[in-house]
């Protein structure tokens, strides 16, 4: 899906509405079809056509019959995907279960632990590395994530944020104008064209504050204060819930080939190259209102990594860090970035994710045809048990101003071919035809006077203790999305749904076909 930056049209009452969200990247030619589809019907057809021109009447009902059938399978999509291609990935999902292909265990489990510094990763991490770039300002050695399928690049940051549930319309405005600034400003650059946020809560077990009041409670403290206090910690703690917040850039290695050579090539060549936008990112991310950034080294990516695969390993972790708070200049006492994965992930289940005694379910967000306005994807973050948590991911990639004017060139050529045969042959043009066709218009002239055409994705996901139902809890974020958005749920790629809402390495957004940079 893709919109551009100048789709937010304001109505005369209320805040501003965000538009033409859900284009297709690249829709069907021929009355909605693709080519291949289109081909695949006429060769359908061809036996029927043959049959009536010899008269063998009987012979062509049965033909309609089988291959009409057959031309459905290929052309009517079922939640998001035809029947044929529902089954291609069934007995691919299934081919993975018998050749035990898809379950995972760690070396760590296994006995064999290997190198502290080397990624032990299921699915669709293990293609990628993540090598310390050199030191970056007072953050020590920000470690990289490379994509070796993709040649991408990239670094993730930790955000402390207020939030902007208690934000007023006039004020979520002024953000979500900063917002469109940052992706247009992304465009502008050759080095990243990419940007995920991630949003976490986090149940918070209170296991900082009981480190904190241990070292500072005073033994004089009368008792029943510190009854209450303890009725209280009881009382409050067991619901808390607590939020944190990622963001990850990356750059495709063509992007990044020209600045790594002038700053000497390598690792090192990439790192610096991407350090030189790090800054001017930092201080556009603070214009939307976040307070500080830290980007993180390998111990912290690390960290981000575990946690989101096992939301119980956050109170270890944050007690280490509270009786060993200065674990070096480059992070080298945290965790090493081979203990970052599960320990173990069962054989997947079709509609679920398993791992490390978490159970997850991950669905795509589709956009809704009315449009949405900013900040309406907090819902889906509301926890409503204990202990449950809820991941939401919005990744976002700009493209290059060519790659912008080829896409709405051909949305605008292709609408106008449609309108105009629909019109020479006597149809009328229906308003989903005139919608389009106007949104066509639209982004055409948004290009055309500098704005940036994104493409984006998001994807939520709720985790529950594998004791729980999780099912209860998959229909509770389905409620919660309900009138506002529709969720589809990824069957049978359930892990790589999990990788894209919950962990912030900036994998999540296929790469467009036909793209030209």
Not at 119 to 140: I, K
Not at 313 to 340: I, K
């Amino acid at each position: 899906m893709s919109t551009t930056t100048r789709d937010r049209e304001t109505g005369a009452v209320g805040p501003r509405v965000y538009r033409g969200l859900n284009t297709k990247e690249r829709s069907g030619w021929v009355l909605g079809l693709t080519p291949i589809q289109a081909l695949t019907c006429l060769g359908l057809a061809a036996p029927v056509l043959l049959a009536m021109s010899a008269g063998r009447w009987s012979g062509a009902f049965t033909w309609l019959v089988l291959n009409g059938a057959l031309a459905a399978l290929v052309v009517v999509p079922i939640r998001g995907r035809s029947a044929l291609r529902w089954l291609g990935d069934l007995l691919l999902f299934q081919l993975g279960v018998l050749l035990r292909w898809s379950p995972w265990q760690s070396r760590a489990a296994a006995g064999d632990p290997g190198p502290a510094h080397e990624p032990d990763l299921p699915g669709v991490l293990a293609r990628l590395t993540f090598p310390d770039g050199p030191p970056f300002h007072h953050q020590g050695r920000v470690c990289l994530i490379h994509d070796t399928v993709e040649g991408r690049w990239g670094a993730t940051a930790r955000l402390t944020h207020n939030g902007v549930g208690m934000l007023s319309d006039a004020e979520c405005e002024r953000l979500a104008a900063r917002l469109g600034t940052l992706l247009i400003a992304l465009g502008h650059r050759e080095v990243v064209d990419r940007l995920s946020l991630y949003v976490r809560t986090v149940p918070d077990d209170g296991t900082e504050y009981d480190v904190w009041r241990a070292a500072h409670e005073d033994p004089r403290s009368p008792e029943l204060a510190r009854a209450a206090t303890d009725e209280l910690d009881h009382t409050i703690g067991s619901v808390s819930v607590r939020t944190e917040l990622f963001v990850t850039v990356s750059g495709s290695e063509t992007a990044l080939n020209r600045p790594a050579k002038a700053a000497g090539g390598g690792i090192t060549g990439r790192a610096y190259g991407l350090y030189r936008v790090l800054d001017g990112i930092d201080d556009q991310l603070k214009a939307l209102g976040v307070r500080t950034v830290s980007w993180l080294t390998s111990a912290g990516l690390a960290e981000a990594i575990r946690t989101g695969f096992n939301p119980a390993a956050a109170a270890g972790l944050t007690a280490a860090h509270l009786t060993h708070p200065d674990p070096g200049p480059d992070g080298e006492d945290g965790l090493p970035m081979a203990a970052a994965g599960p320990t173990l992930a069962p054989s997947p289940s079709a509609r679920a994710y398993h791992h490390d005694g978490f159970s997850s379910v991950s669905y795509t967000v589709l956009m809704p045809e009315a449009g949405t306005v900013f900040g309406s994807l907090g819902p889906l973050l509301a926890v409503r048990t204990a202990g449950e948590r809820r991941t939401l991911a919005i990744h976002y990639e700009v493209l290059s101003q060519r790659a912008a004017q080829r896409a709405v060139q051909r949305g605008r050529f292709r609408n106008n071919v449609m309108t105009d045969y629909k019109a020479a042959k006597g149809f009328t043009t229906t308003a989903v035809d005139a919608r389009r066709a106007g949104g066509a218009r639209a982004q055409e002239s948004a290009v055309a006077a500098g704005h940036a055409m994104v493409r984006y994705t998001v994807a939520a996901s709720v985790t529950v203790p594998a004791g729980w139902n999780l099912e209860d809890h998959a229909a509770k974020l389905e409620n919660d999305a309900s009138g506002r958005f529709r969720l589809l749920r990824l069957e049978l790629a359930q892990d790589s749904a999990f990788v894209s809402a919950a962990l912030p390495v900036g994998a999540g957004l296929p790469r467009m076909r036909g793209a030209l940079s």
